[in-house]
């Protein structure tokens, strides 16, 4: 064999030394390749759950913050916190109806205070005993003061005198029930609704013969 043929099968020797390593490196380098895919997928299903991988990280993530934390939270917020307890306990039953509805306003302040006022009642004229008094000592005041009553509907008594005739002030007494009465009286004849009072144990008549409102003339209607 000449010497450049030595060489040539030299050199082919070689070459196929070198293919056979890289292609041996090749393998292995693929082997770790291959190798990494089950450590990434493993340590992913390994490191969220505790048991199972995958179906325990899906039941402790789904399961318990979807159904547990916001099913149960919502609805046990919303229905015992808002609706039962606060609008309805609080508001419409206690609140409005017991409060301010049936206790406050309708039964006692409107029915109790205004309906029962017993000073407001007032007889029809024809039904009212009044006696006129003069007590001014000016001559027919008395008979004067009855005339204007009986033009207002009602049936005064006999005038009469009263027990002194020094009132300056005319003054309308009335009986139990007939403070109105005596009110309307004073307002026709011409008095102030200070001149009403109520009939003393002792009226400054001789007799009162039952009357329910007493109107003792005064100077000051006896002369206007």
């Known amino acids: 064999m000449s010497p450049t043929a030595a060489r040539q099968v ?9 293919g056979i390593i890289v292609l041996a490196k090749g393998f292995d380098g693929g082997g770790d390749i291959g190798a990494a ?9 390994d ?25 149960d939270g919502g609805t046990d917020g919303a229905v015992d916190g808002t609706a039962t307890d606060g609008t309805t306990d609080g508001t419409t039953i206690d609140g409005t109806t017991d409060g301010t509805t049936l206790d406050g306003t309708a039964t006692d302040g409107t029915t109790d205070g205004t309906t029962t006022d017993a000073a407001a009642t007032v007889h029809p004229p024809q039904e009212v005993l009044v006696l006129v008094a003069n007590g001014a000592g000016v001559q027919g005041a008395a008979g004067v003061a009855s005339s204007e009553l009986i033009l207002q509907n009602y049936n005064p008594m006999t ?31 011409g008095g102030s609704p200070d001149q009403v009072q109520p009939m003393p144990a002792s009226p400054p008549v001789g ?14 209607l006896a002369n206007g």
């Open 10 to 18: 030299a050199l082919v020797a070689v070459a196929i030394v070198v």
């Open 37 to 45: 895919t089950p450590v990434t997928t493993g340590g992913g299903a």
């Open 47 to 71: 490191d969220t759950p505790t048991d199972d991988g995958a179906t325990d990280g899906t039941d402790g993530g789904a399961t318990d913050t979807t159904s547990d934390g916001t099913t």
């Open 159 to 189: 005038p009469t005198n009263a027990t002194t005739q020094d009132y300056q002030a005319s003054v309308f007494y009335y009986g139990p029930d007939y403070e109105a009465d005596a009110r309307q009286i004073a307002q026709i004849l």
């Open 207 to 220: 007799d009162l013969a039952g009357a329910n409102v007493l109107v003792v003339i005064g100077a000051d």
